[in-house]
């Protein structure tokens, strides 16, 4: 597994299993429990010997310490082999200060842990092809993964705000990349393309954006001195979210910028018919977090409706990239598929008239499958 670096007088490496589990606000505590249920079957029937320990995030922190992203929770992050992530923001907290909103502490828990890549897979199951909105020819055998830039760009970029000009308001963001913060996430992107289809689509607007000219130019060369065996092809984001749904199946890797990568992977994450079964990871040098892709769902937060695949299979992604358990990874994930197989449906994905499961009885569906497996 990926090794935590912790001192000591030898300066070694040494391994940490330890898990900080945050579930957050809204359905955030009901599709993490189902995840823990996993948790629980790994270690139990795989021998994953796995701990964790809960804290607040969002709203919750805020609850809690009137801090959305609490000190308490911050020492834990750092002292973990990765974070596990439910979901933040709700109504009630809409009219607190910026700073103090729970989608303060996500960003500041992505800014902290240096998580500066988005890794955003959206993988078609056959059994759901009827799910989507566009027909199964065009979406049967679609496998993305985006890599986004997650703690730079437009929505960390200074000077911003909302001022007075010329007697009528007028509100102002920056968007700007370090060439270096561009090499790193290009590095990201290739890598993952060699452990796929060798693929990468480089996405930007460098006809009209300067800041687009240099991420182009940083890319073309970091791929001409190290990645020249891994196909690069480059597209504007507005023809890139046209041919997300004309074609989705000509790209593997798309990798992108912040704002870009924001709206083109919840795009794509439509392609699969429901936003409840796609995971997300991100990704820093030495830390990483988990979490499902979609909100925290207040209007069905508390009925036990959520789905909880999408956080289910995050900690198939914690177990391949930050626990070096891939053989688990597969398990996981291949209990998702025999759950599915077996016509088993939360509500977002059952069809008019079709019988439709709990968010607590989807996730002891896939845990009865998974120790099947074992």
Known sequence: MDAVFVPNKQMEYVVSLKIAVLPGDGIGPEIIREA???????????????????????????????????????????????????????????????????????????????????????????????????????????DIMVVRELVSGIYFGQPRGIEVRDGERYGFNTMGYRESEIRRIARKAFEAARLRSNRVCSVEKANVLDVSELWRSVVIELHQSEFSDVELSHMYV???????????KQFDVIVTGNLFGDILSDEASMLTGSIGMLPSASIGEKFAMYEPIHGSAPDIAGENRANPLATILSVAMMLRYSLDRADLAEKVEQAVEMTLDDGIRTGDLASAGEASVSCSGMGDAVCERLVRLA
């Open 36 to 142: 823990l249920k996993v948790m629980d079957v790994l270690n139990d029937h795989f021998g994953l010997n796995a701990e964790w320990q809960e804290a607040g995030i969002g709203g919750a922190g805020y609850e809690a310490s009137g801090d959305p992203y609490p000190e308490a929770t911050q020492k834990l992050a750092h002292c973990s082999a990765a974070v596990l992530l439910g979901a933040v923001g709700g109504p009630q907290w809409e009219a607190l200060d910026k700073p103090l909103r729970p989608e303060a502490g996500l960003l500041r828990i992505r800014e902290d842990l240096g998580l500066f890549a988005n890794y955003r897979p959206t993988k078609v199951h056959r059994q759901m092809l009827e799910a989507s909105t566009l027909k199964p020819e065009v979406i049967d055998g679609v």
């Open 238 to 248: 507005d023809n890139a979210a046209m041919q997300l749904i004309r074609n989705p």
